[in-house]
């Protein structure tokens, strides 16, 4: 059974920034794309950032040469380095692997 557990979420002031860790169990991972997404209280989960197999990165326009996604094969994990963090960057963060999600990190933009 695919698991993946995020974690790194929490409060953060404009400008700054925070680092999401998400760590699959129960599959290698070097075979497949992974991405984030992110959901804001009454919004539709929104797609952030993908990694392919291949290591290619894609971004949402509303992140990009904001974050920068990476993977880690060997350690089954992908991160999510987020900078120059706005307010709009607030919602809960969610890794996903093929069909599998994870629980979500609630990442906070505020002074």
């Known amino acids: 059974q695919v698991q993946l557990v995020e974690s790194g979420g929490g409060l953060v002031q404009p400008g700054g920034s925070l680092n999401l860790d998400c760590v699959i169990s129960g599959s290698d991972i070097s075979a497949y794309d992974i991405s984030w997404f992110r959901q804001a209280p009454g919004q539709q989960r929104l797609w952030v950032a993908l990694?392919?197999?291949?290591?290619?990165?894609h971004y949402a326009e509303a992140v990009k040469g904001r974050f920068t996604i990476s993977r880690d094969n060997g350690k089954k994990s992908v991160s999510l380095h987020m900078q120059r963090m706005i307010a709009e960057d607030t919602a809960v963060y969610f890794c996903?692997?093929?069909?599998?999600w994870g629980q979500g990190t609630q990442v906070t933009v505020s002074s």
């Open positions: 990694i392919g197999a291949d290591g290619m990165e």
């Open positions: 996903k692997m093929r069909a599998s």
